[in-house]
């Protein structure tokens, strides 16, 4: 069993800066870890992973603006978010997956990012 707990989020202005960190209470070595956001309305959607080995992914929409990284020793996952714009907006998830048995899924309970104009 894995917890994820996520913070950092909040309300920043258009053109800011958040990072957002994901803890967890279980060894983390052997799962990719990701970010997830949903807005109001909409489909809860992949922002970024990283799996094991290091090797990273991106939706289009934040590509070159945020940034994803894992400190393993730290069982942590963190997000670097820069020139956030309004539709960043969302509830922002952190997700586990085991590499190996996908059953393996765990998820934080979210915390809100807000950009205004």
């Known amino acids: 069993q894995v917890q994820l707990v996520e913070s950092g989020g909040g309300l920043v202005q258009a053109g800011g800066s958040l990072r957002l960190s994901c803890a967890a209470s279980?060894?983390?070595?052997?799962?990719?870890m990701g970010w997830y956001r949903q807005a109001p309305g909409k489909q809860r959607e992949l922002v970024a992973t990283?799996?094991?080995?290091?090797?990273?992914k991106y939706a289009d929409s934040v590509k070159g603006r945020f940034t994803i990284s894992r400190d393993n020793a730290k069982n942590a996952v963190y997000l670097q978010m820069n020139s956030l714009k309004p539709e960043d907006t969302a509830v922002y998830y952190c997700?586990?997956?085991?590499?190996?048995?996908?059953?393996?899924?765990?998820w934080g309970q979210g915390t809100q990012v807000t950009v205004s104009a």
């Open positions: 997700n586990a997956k085991h590499e190996r048995y996908a059953s393996y899924e765990y």
């Open positions: 990283i799996i094991s080995g290091g090797s990273t």
């Open positions: 279980g060894i983390i070595f052997s799962f990719t």
